[in-house]
């Protein structure tokens, strides 16, 4: 498996205002995505961070209000920009881990939940 | 496209009884079936996955899910509960071994009572 970290836990935000939250891998890993998980809800993807290019965004998900940064392969960040109440969400970003006869399994980080006054 | 479905949203078991909570697939081609399980206020654990091979796939904390081909299901069962394994269950598949995110199901809560 892989420790995985993510930055803030939780965190209250006003309206308007943008929130980033980062992802830290202790292992070099090749995949690496974003998904929200609404109030009562399943988990949604929202894009894959994709190391040393712009990320691959879901349908229904775009850059300018969720930008994602992957600088290395242990490292990623996604913001949440002009937040709005419909924001309030964890935010969990997840890695592929090669384990073993080749198969991959996901793993996920603790979540940031975020809340939008 | 790859999708599971869970049809309940809630199971209630006794503790020492078995439990199951269901799934089923719609994918084309090889499906790769995943069970996640949610406590409150944590982030998503894994518990087990089918890949290829026995249809008896087992997994952590005493959890085993039962691939089942012809009826499409991947059910999660463990012969004895514990009040302890109350938590958010979720299935979930993707198209292929590596490379791609999950799609998840919505979520079975499980309740096992004393």
């Known amino acids: 498996s892989a420790v995985i970290s993510q930055k803030p836990s939780r965190d209250i935000c006003q309206r308007g205002t943008s929130l980033t939250i980062q992802c830290q891998v202790d292992?070099?890993?090749?995949?690496m995505f974003w998904y929200r998980q609404q109030p009562g809800q399943s988990l949604t993807l929202i894009a894959t961070a994709n190391q040393g290019s712009e990320a691959t965004y879901e349908s229904g998900f775009v850059i300018d209000k969720f930008p994602i940064s992957r600088p290395n392969l242990t490292f990623s960040t996604l913001t949440v920009s002009n937040m709005s109440p419909e924001d309030s969400s964890i935010y969990l970003c997840s890695v592929d881990i090669v384990g073993g006869q080749g198969t991959d399994t996901q793993y996920f980080g603790p979540g940031t939940r975020l809340t939008v006054l | 496209a790859q999708s599971v479905a869970q049809p309940e949203d809630q199971v209630n078991v006794a503790e020492g009884n078995p439990l199951t909570v269901k799934c089923t697939y719609s994918v084309s081609g090889n499906p790769y079936l995943f069970w996640y399980v949610q406590y409150p206020n944590r982030g998503l654990q894994f518990l087990l996955k089918y890949i290829t091979g026995d249809n008896l796939v087992k997994g952590s904390y005493g959890f085993e899910a039962e691939f089942n081909k012809s009826q499409t299901s991947f059910h999660l069962k463990k012969p004895s509960a514990l009040v302890s394994d109350s938590a958010l269950y979720f299935c979930?598949?993707?198209?292929?071994?590596?490379?791609?995110?999950?799609?998840f199901g919505k979520g079975t809560s499980l309740l096992v009572t004393p």
């Open positions: 979930a598949v993707r198209k292929s071994n590596s490379g791609y995110a999950l799609n």
């Open positions: 292992s070099q890993v090749t995949m």
